[in-house]
C-alpha cells in the first residue's frame, strides 16, 4: 500500500511538472484548481498526523479536554471563512505578503513577512518530520533517520518537480484516503457497539480499556486541563489554547497560499465550506477513534515500553483490533500520506514566500530579471529548507517534544500574520510602521514565551512562563504593537489613499489576478 501511493503520487508529479510552464503554473497550479478540489487540498493540507493520530489519542486518555482539540481545529475555520479567505484570494498573489503590500511599504512588509512564513513554516515542517520518523519507525519498522529522510526526499520530488499542482493532486488523494479510512474505522466501533450511540456514550461514561483499568467518566471535562491535574493555570491554559488554534489557522501561510488556486474569491468562499463541511465529519468521527479506544482496547496495547501513554498508535491500534492486518496496513499508509501532504504543502508556502517575496521583491524590487527565475529560486529554496528540516529533524531525534513545534507554529501565525491580515483589511489609518511592528512583535513575543514555557528550556519545574499556550499574552501583544506603531508614528496618506481601492478590490475581486491556461 505504501509503494502504490508514492507511485501514485510519483506519478501525478511527473504529469504536473510537464504543466509547470510559469510561475502561475508553479506557484498557483495555473488558478485553475475548482472550489471541491481545493475544498478537498485544504482539508489535506490542514488535518496532519497531529489530527488524525494524536487527537484520537488525547480523547482516548483525556475524554472531553481531548476533544475540544477536534472543537478549536473545526472552529478555526469560522475565521479564515469571514476575514481571511475573500480578501486574501483578490488582492494577492502568490503569498501572504501580497495582500500587506498592496497598500503599504511593500520591501520592509514582505521582508518581515517572509521571515514569519519561513519560521512558521520550518518549525511546523520539522515537527512533522520528527513525527514522521516515530510514526514509520513504529508502523513498519524502518529506524528514525531513514524514515525522516525517505519523507523529505518524496516532499522535495513533489514540491520541486510538480509545484503546487501535484502538491494539491497529493493533498486531494491523502483527503480522500484519510475520509474513508476515517469512516471505516467509525463504522466497526459503532458495529462493535451494536450500532447504538446511547450504549456507546455510556461505555464511554465509564471507560474502563476492555477491562484492564478502572473505570472513569470521559465525557467529564477537567481530565486534561482541570486544576485537579494541571494546577491553577490549566484551565486559563485551555483559554490560550483555544485562542491559538481559532486564530493561528487563519494566520498559518500552507493553508492562506491555497486560496490562490482558484480562480476567483466566490470558488475561494466555496472551496472554505467544502473544507469545512469534511474537516468538521472528520473531527467529529475523532470522537469514535478516542472514545471506542478507550472502550475496545486493552490498556497495554496503548501503551510505550515504560508505561506511559502512547497516544500516536491509539487509531492505528484500533483498526488492527477491529479490521485485523489488512485494514492496519490501510491506515499505516493513509498516516504515510498525511505526513507527505502537509509537509508537501509546507515546503510549498515556504519556497514561495522567500522567491516572491524577499528575492524578486525585496532584492530585485518586483523586476524578474531573467525568465524564470523566481521559479528556479523557488526550487533552489524548496531543496534547501527541506534539507535543513531534515538535518534538524534528525539531529533533535524522536524524543523531541513535537507538539512543542506545532504549538509555536500556530502561535507565531496567530501572534505576528493575523493581527497585520486584519488590520490592513478593515483598519484606514493602519500604515507601514505598524505592520513591521505587529510582525515583530508576535513574532518574538511567540517563540520568548514558547521557550520560556514548560514545554521550553527549563523544563516544568523551573518554568518562568507558566502556560504551554503562549496565545492569550502573545496575541494580544502582536495587535497592541500593530495599533502603537500606527498611531505613534505618522499618518502615511498614500496608504490612506489605497484603503478604498483595496476594499473595493478585496470584495469584489475587481482587477484580481485571473486564472491562466498551459
Excluded at 503520487?9 to 481545493?38: C, E
Excluded at 473545526?74 to 479564515?80: F, P, S
Excluded at 533517520?145 to 488523494?173: D, H, R, S
Excluded at 479510512?181 to 461505555?203: E, K, N, P, R, T
Aim: proline fraction near 4%.
Amino acid at each position: 500500500m505504501f509503494t502504490g501511493f508514492v507511485a501514485l503520487t510519483l506519478l501525478i508529479t511527473f504529469w504536473a511538472a510537464k504543466r509547470n510552464t510559469g510561475a502561475s503554473a508553479y506557484f498557483a497550479a495555473g488558478r485553475n484548481i475548482t472550489g471541491w478540489q481545493n475544498g478537498l487540498a485544504v482539508a489535506g493540507d490542514y488535518m496532519s498526523a497531529a489530527s488524525f493520530l494524536g487527537i484520537s489519542g488525547m480523547i482516548c486518555f483525556s475524554g472531553y479536554d481531548g476533544f475540544m482539540y477536534s472543537v478549536g481545529f473545526l472552529v478555526a475555520y469560522i475565521t479564515v471563512l469571514l476575514i481571511v479567505a475573500e480578501p486574501l484570494r483578490n488582492a494577492g498573489k502568490y503569498t501572504m505578503a501580497d495582500l500587506l503590500a498592496y497598500r503599504l511599504s511593500p520591501r520592509p512588509v514582505r521582508a518581515m513577512a517572509s521571515l514569519s512564513t519561513l519560521t512558521v513554516s520550518t518549525f511546523y515542517m520539522i515537527a512533522q518530520m520528527v513525527g514522521a520518523g516515530v510514526i514509520i519507525e513504529r508502523l513498519i519498522g524502518l529506524s528514525f533517520a531513514p524514515a525522516v529522510i525517505g519523507v523529505g526526499v518524496l516532499m522535495l520530488v513533489y514540491v520541486v518537480f510538480g509545484g503546487m499542482l501535484a502538491t494539491t493532486w497529493v493533498q486531494i488523494i491523502k483527503a480522500l484516503l484519510l475520509m474513508a479510512g476515517a469512516i471505516l474505522l467509525s463504522y466497526l466501533v459503532l458495529q462493535y457497539h451494536h450500532f447504538s450511540l446511547a450504549g456507546f456514550f455510556d461505555a464511554v461514561s465509564k471507560a474502563d480499556y476492555a477491562g484492564t483499568a478502572e473505570p472513569k467518566n470521559l465525557l467529564e471535562p477537567g481530565l486534561k486541563f482541570g486544576v485537579a491535574v494541571a494546577g491553577k493555570w490549566g484551565p486559563l491554559d485551555l483559554v490560550s489554547l483555544g485562542l491559538g488554534l481559532v486564530l493561528g489557522t487563519a494566520g498559518l501561510p500552507h493553508i492562506l497560499v491555497r486560496f490562490y488556486t482558484v480562480p476567483d474569491a466566490k470558488t475561494a468562499r466555496s472551496s472554505v465550506v467544502w473544507a469545512m463541511a469534511i474537516i468538521g465529519i472528520f473531527y467529529i468521527m475523532t470522537t469514535f477513534f478516542g472514545f471506542g479506544a478507550a472502550t475496545i482496547l486493552k490498556k497495554a496495547l496503548i501503551l510505550t515500553e515504560t508505561g506511559a501513554p502512547n497516544p500516536n498508535m491509539v487509531a492505528p491500534i484500533l483498526a488492527q483490533e477491529l479490521g485485523g492486518e489488512l485494514f492496519f496496513a490501510f491506515i499505516s499508509a493513509v498516516a504515510f500520506a498525511t505526513i507527505l501532504a502537509v509537509v508537501a504543502g509546507l515546503t510549498m508556502s515556504a519556497s514561495a514566500s522567500f522567491a516572491h517575496d524577499f528575492y524578486s521583491n525585496v532584492l530585485h524590487h518586483g523586476k524578474e530579471n531573467r525568465p524564470g527565475a523566481e521559479v528556479k529560486v523557488a526550487r533552489i529554496t524548496a531543496f534547501i529548507v527541506g534539507a535543513v528540516s531534515i538535518g534538524i529533524a534528525i539531529y533533535l531525534g524522536p524524543a523531541v517534544n513535537a507538539a512543542f513545534l506545532v504549538g509555536l507554529a500556530f502561535a507565531v501565525a496567530a501572534s505576528a500574520n493575523l493581527p497585520v491580515i486584519i488590520f490592513s483589511v478593515f483598519w484606514k489609518r493602519f500604515n507601514t510602521t505598524g505592520a513591521v511592528a505587529g510582525l515583530v512583535t508576535g513574532l518574538v513575543s511567540a517563540i520568548v514565551l514558547i521557550l520560556l514555557s514548560p514545554n521550553g528550556l527549563f523544563g516544568k519545574a523551573g518554568a518562568p512562563f507558566p502556560l504551554e499556550n503562549p496565545g492569550i499574552v502573545s496575541i494580544p501583544l502582536g495587535f497592541l504593537a500593530a495599533y502603537l506603531g500606527t498611531i505613534l508614528t505618522p499618518r502615511d496618506l498614500e496608504a490612506e489613499a489605497k484603503f478604498s481601492e483595496l476594499t473595493v478590490r478585496a470584495h469584489t475581486g475587481l482587477g484580481a489576478e485571473k486564472a491562466t491556461h498551459h
